[in-house]
C-alpha cells in the first residue's frame, strides 16, 4: 500500500532540487508528472524509482499500483507538497522519479544509419518535439550538445511524451560527435538557411542530422558538418521553426536510409 510521506517529507525535498540541472546532475535523476507520461513510462519498461501522488490522483490509477508492485516507492502527499515539486501552473498531482540513462556515444553511433543531433538548442519544447520526430521517423539515437538544453529539463520530458523513455540518449560538444561520427562512418549534415535545398540532398551516407539553435544557427557546429541544407519555402517567411525544420529533415533522412 502507498505510504504516507510524513517522516519523509525530505524525500519531498529531494525530488524538488530535481527542477533544476545541478538537482539532476547531483542525484543522476530526473522527474515527469502526469498519468499519461507515467502510462509511457509503463509501457516502455523504463524504471521508476519512486512515485509522489495525491490522494485525488490515486483514485483510479491502476498504473501507480503497478508501479508499487514492480518495487517504485509510492508516497502519498497533499496537495500543497505535490505543487511544490511541480513545475506545472496546474499541478497534475502525480511526480514520478527514474534514473537518468545518458550513454556514451561510443556505444550508440557504430552501425547507425540516422542520428539526430541538437547543437546549442535551447528551447526545451522544441527538443521535446524534436525526440518525438527523431523516433518517429527512424532514428537510432539523439545527441545533445553540451552547449545547449539538459535532456532531461521537465519540458523536455513533457514535450518528448514518452521517448525520452525509448530513444538512447547522449551529450557531446562540437568536436567529440565530429570524432566519433567519423570514426563511426557517419556524416554531419546541418541545417542552415543559406544550405542547398532539402530535396536535392542525395543522402547517400548515414548521417547525424544536425538542428542548430532557434536564432543563432549552429555556430562553432557548422564548421562540423559536410553540407548545409535548408527547407525551401514558396512565401517570403524568413525561416520555420527548429523543430519544424528538424523534423522535416529527419523524414526526409528517414525515408531514404530506412525505406
Not at 21 to 35: A, H, I, V, Y
Not at 103 to 118: C, H, M, N, T
Request: hydrophobic content about 45%; aromatic content about 4%.
Amino acid at each position: 500500500m502507498p505510504s504516507p510521506l510524513g517522516a519523509h517529507a525530505s524525500k519531498a525535498g529531494a525530488v524538488r532540487d530535481l527542477l533544476a540541472p545541478k538537482g539532476r546532475r547531483e542525484q543522476g535523476r530526473f522527474l515527469f508528472e502526469g498519468p499519461t507520461l507515467l502510462a509511457e513510462a509503463l509501457r516502455s519498461g523504463a524504471p521508476v524509482s519512486e512515485i509522489f501522488v495525491t490522494r485525488a490522483a490515486l483514485q483510479n490509477n491502476a498504473d501507480v499500483a503497478e508501479f508499487e508492485a514492480r518495487g517504485s516507492a509510492v508516497y502519498v502527499v497533499d496537495e500543497r507538497t505535490a505543487a511544490k515539486i511541480s513545475d506545472l501552473e496546474t499541478p497534475t498531482g502525480l511526480v514520478a522519479v527514474a534514473p537518468i540513462a545518458v550513454r556514451p556515444l561510443e556505444s550508440l553511433l557504430p552501425g547507425a544509419r540516422l542520428v539526430l543531433a541538437l547543437a546549442a538548442l535551447s528551447d526545451p519544447g522544441n527538443a521535446g518535439t524534436l525526440l518525438r520526430s527523431a523516433e518517429a521517423f527512424g532514428a537510432s539515437a539523439a545527441v545533445f550538445g553540451s552547449d545547449g538544453v539538459d535532456p532531461h529539463h521537465p519540458k523536455v520530458v513533457r514535450a518528448a511524451m514518452g521517448t525520452i523513455f525509448r530513444l538512447p540518449l547522449a551529450t557531446a560538444d562540437p568536436e567529440t560527435l565530429s570524432a566519433a561520427a567519423r570514426a563511426a562512418g557517419l556524416e554531419m549534415i546541418g541545417l542552415e538557411a543559406s544550405g542547398e535545398p532539402l530535396d536535392a540532398e542525395p543522402w547517400a551516407r548515414p548521417c547525424v542530422v544536425v538542428v542548430g539553435h532557434e536564432r543563432r544557427g549552429l555556430g562553432p557546429w557548422g564548421p562540423l558538418c559536410a553540407r548545409k541544407v535548408a527547407i525551401p519555402m514558396r512565401s517570403p517567411t524568413e525561416s520555420v521553426n527548429a523543430a519544424v525544420a528538424g523534423s522535416i529533415a529527419l523524414y526526409e533522412a528517414g525515408k531514404r536510409h530506412l525505406g
